[in-house]
T-cell receptor, first 113, second 108 residues
Framework: GQQLNQSPQSMFIQEGEDVSMNCTSSSIFNTWLWYKQDPGEGPVLLIALYKAGELTSNGRLTAQFGITRKDSFLNISASIPSDVGIYFC?????????????FGQGTRLTINP | EAGVTQSPTHLIKTRGQQATLRCSPISGHTSVYWYQQALGLGLQFLLWYDEGEERNRGNFPPRFSGRQFPNYSSELNVNALELEDSALYLCAIQGGYTFGSGTRLTVV
């Protein structure tokens, strides 16, 4: 089935450092989504990518849709304490005749001040 | 106004009991998606309701069921609760792009 493999599982960085995480799949995805989840909250959509090769920014966040359509990465520049949380990649997949979102396992980001 | 409102925020139940979780989408959204997020894991698709009908379900036992009301709000019911049902249950609209804050279900 369509699965997303996200790496790394966790990151421990110093405030001000840049962060890079990625998501890969053995199947093609036509859309890539990146979410952030704060403790006790639901995921919040950060960036949506709809076209292979697309590079999209949202403030200090930049995400790219891989050319092969089987991967995507998310970069965070000059990290700040509020960037702490779990980042998920996701993509729509047709399973059993219906579309649903498939999620990666998440990357937990911890920032040392 | 929040896109999706879920209640209760927290729910503690005993093994074997039933739990009912609620989701209210903002006006104009007829589809509701339910996801389970067990501790330390990603989100697993549970159920999809649209226009009052169950359209699809994930790989979960029949103990997990639900319904959608005429006003498009939805209930998720979990019967015969097991310890491993402890998780954050999330409701989403817009094809899953917008999530509520979730209900934290703890089974003891």
């Amino acid at each position: 089935g369509q699965q997303l493999n996200q790496s790394p599982q966790s990151m421990f960085i110093q405030e001000g450092e840049d962060v890079s995480m990625n998501c890969t799949s053995s199947s093609i995805f036509n859309t890539w989504l990146w979410y952030k989840q704060d403790p006790g909250e639901g995921p919040v959509l950060l960036i949506a990518l709809y076209k292979a090769g697309e590079l999209t920014s949202n403030g200090r966040l930049t995400a790219q849709f891989g050319i092969t359509r089987k991967d995507s990465f998310l970069n965070i520049s000059a990290s700040i304490p509020s960037d702490v949380g779990i980042y998920f990649c996701a993509g729509p997949a047709f399973i059993q005749g219906a579309q649903k979102l498939v999620f990666g396992q998440g990357t937990r980001l911890t920032i040392n001040p | 106004e929040a896109g999706v409102t879920q209640s209760p925020t927290h729910l503690i139940k005993t093994r074997g009991q039933q739990a009912t979780l609620r989701c209210s989408p903002i006006s104009g959204h007829t589809s509701v998606y339910w996801y389970q997020q067990a501790l330390g894991l990603g989100l697993q698709f549970l159920l999809w309701y649209d226009e009052g009908e169950e359209r699809n379900r994930g790989n979960f036992p029949p103990r997990f069921s639900g319904r959608q009301f005429p006003n498009y709000s939805s209930e998720l019911n979990v019967n015969a609760l097991e310890l491993e049902d402890s998780a954050l249950y999330l409701c989403a609209i817009q094809g899953g792009y917008t999530f509520g804050s979730g209900t934290r279900l703890t089974v003891v």
